[in-house]
């Protein structure tokens, strides 16, 4: 169609003129928006945690280093399907250790699946020999020992522990309460004036300086622990905590899925990375397996044997 036809079209049809410039308007409204709110660093963090707690499962890598010890573990955690399995490898003082684990809401399944030790001692009733826990089941009024799924879910110590971000599928009335809450007490506090905004293979990553309140962080994860039905934070008492300082962590996100994707704590000397969120975990706990006081009896004949 040539430019005169075009025109002459336009002048036979006037609303062809309000149909483009209302369409020209929409497509840069829509690109404003894309860029000055969905990529907001503001709205990319909060974005995030709703995100979190909506999600049923994730993989976390964990990193820590001492000297000439590391640890390396890598956590699949399934809170719909209420199940954890983490493969782990520790070295330290000249020995390598790799364990796995499957933990269940009532239980953990521990094998060795390699050690390596510097005294060259015969490790062969340990290695590939699964154990289970001796743990009295979970109930609504008793919880359980620590267990690898509710370590992953509510971190392995307070007042920190290992999850700054609550990861978990809440039902929608939970989730937005939680969510809620979590703003308007400020548990978070990200630096929004020193977000690091970079590429990494192919992803646009903001990273941000959060400060966590210690007391509102602990209250927000009773919370947290109580909607996903666990209880070992029951009997913690946030205002024990009065006197600890807020924790510092860089979080970094990824601005395009507003998914988490790594935390480091300086300080505490470890960081943590977060991919394949809504994968599900395809592990089953085995039928085979021994119990953890003849687990603890074989390691015990270990170490004397190194004697």
């Not at 404003?32 to 909506?54: E, K, R, T």
């Not at 400020?186 to 990494?200: C, F, H, N, Q, S």
Request: aromatic share 8%; charged share 15%.
């Amino acid at each position: 169609m040539s430019a005169a036809s075009l025109r002459l079209r336009l002048k036979e049809r006037p609303y062809l003129w309000a149909y483009l410039g209302g369409s020209t308007v929409l497509i840069i409204c829509i690109i404003l928006w894309w860029f000055i709110v969905y990529l907001g660093p503001q709205h990319v963090f909060w974005s995030m945690v709703s995100n979190s707690l909506a999600a049923p499962g994730v993989v976390v890598e964990t990193s820590q280093t001492q000297g000439k010890n590391s640890l390396q573990q890598q956590i699949h955690v399934d809170t719909s399907a209420q199940m954890a399995h983490s493969l782990t490898t520790l070295k330290q003082d000249g020995n390598t250790v790799k364990t796995e684990v499957i933990g269940t809401k009532t239980a953990d399944y521990t094998r060795y699946a390699h050690i390596q030790s510097a005294t060259k001692a015969d490790t062969s009733q340990l290695t590939n020999v699964w154990s289970k826990s001796d743990d009295a089941p979970q109930t609504d009024t008793q919880a359980s020992a620590h267990q690898l799924y509710a370590q992953t879910t509510l971190g392995i110590g307070l007042p920190l522990g290992s999850v700054p971000i609550a990861i978990g599928n809440l039902p929608p009335q939970q989730r937005t309460t939680l969510y809620k809450a979590m703003r308007s007490q400020g548990v978070y506090a990200p630096d929004l004036k020193t977000v690091k905004i970079e590429r990494k293979q192919g992803h646009l990553i903001y990273t941000y300086s959060v400060k966590i309140q210690t007391i509102l962080y602990i209250s927000m994860m009773k919370d947290f622990a109580r909607d996903l039905g666990l209880h070992e934070l029951e009997a913690a008492d946030p205002n024990s905590f009065s006197g600890t300082p807020t924790f510092d962590a860089s979080i970094s996100v990824d601005a395009f899925s507003h998914q988490l994707t790594a935390v480091n704590f300086e300080k505490l000397g470890y960081s943590q990375t977060y991919r394949s969120f809504g994968l599900p975990l395809h592990v089953t706990p085995p039928q085979k397996f021994i119990s953890e006081a003849e687990l603890q009896k074989r390691l015990a004949e270990l170490g004397q044997a190194k004697q």
